[in-house]
């Protein structure tokens, strides 16, 4: 899939039982994988084992799962409790009826220090044909082929804004557009709802202020 080295590719099926059988989980998240999921496939395998790239110091190795759908929806719990225990860096490919999005999430090694990862976030792209999706693997070692997945996944939220700005610098000036962001349409609630001129002034003014600080980030 994605064009990816024929060397990467691993194609096994996992039982999506394995996820959720004998697995401290959640009711709710078993439910998500009985319901919403029909099969799993491990396509792909991107290490320095299985494509000519040098060792990352942050990725070790990119897993591509395709994940196929009963439905358009998933809840991203599921894709959290993979991620949490797959101790590997995952590109998922979710398909129903033909159509695929990409998701990914933005995965740090866990602050206790374990092997553990944490998922920060996750982006992903709209509904594309197979052909269309927006992955090309780029780079010269797993770091950057990872850091150049979750960039082209993520598109313009990601943007470079500052040379040898690093992905983690851009995931956190994405948080922060985010926050402004909802701030902003809070403020235009209020304003809505004002009736005292010189508050409804006030409240412009601080959203002035909001708007101009979300467009110098």
Do not use: C
Not at 50 to 67: C, H, S, Y
Not at 68 to 74: G, Q
Not at 87 to 116: C, D, M, N, R, V
């Amino acid at each position: 899939m994605l064009g990816l080295p024929k060397t990467t590719e691993f194609n096994k099926r996992i039982p999506k039982q394995k996820f959720y059988e004998n697995l401290d989980i959640s009711p709710a998240i078993k439910k998500v994988f009985v319901d919403q999921v029909k099969t799993i496939y491990w396509r792909n395998k991107i290490a320095t084992t299985t494509v000519n790239l040098a060792p990352g110091t942050d990725v070790n190795e990119i897993e591509v799962f395709e994940v196929k759908l009963s439905s358009e929806m998933l809840d991203e719990g599921m894709l959290r409790q993979m991620d949490k225990e797959i101790p590997y860096h995952i590109l998922f490919l979710l398909e129903y009826q033909k159509k695929y999005q990409a998701w990914i999430g933005y995965k740090e090694a866990a602050a206790s220090g374990t092997a553990a990862f944490k998922v920060n976030k996750y982006y992903h792209t709209d509904w594309l044909d197979e052909d269309e999706l927006p992955m090309k693997l780029e780079g010269l070692d797993i770091d950057t082929v990872y850091e150049n997945f979750v960039r082209q996944i993520a598109g313009d939220k990601l943007q470079v804004t500052e040379a040898g700005e690093s992905l983690k610098d851009s995931v956190a000036r994405d948080d922060e557009i985010q926050v402004l962001k909802k701030q902003i349409d809070t403020l235009k609630v209020k304003i809505s709802k004002e009736k005292q001129i010189n508050r409804q002034m006030q409240l412009n003014t601080q959203l002035k202020e909001l708007k101009k600080k979300m467009k110098e980030m």
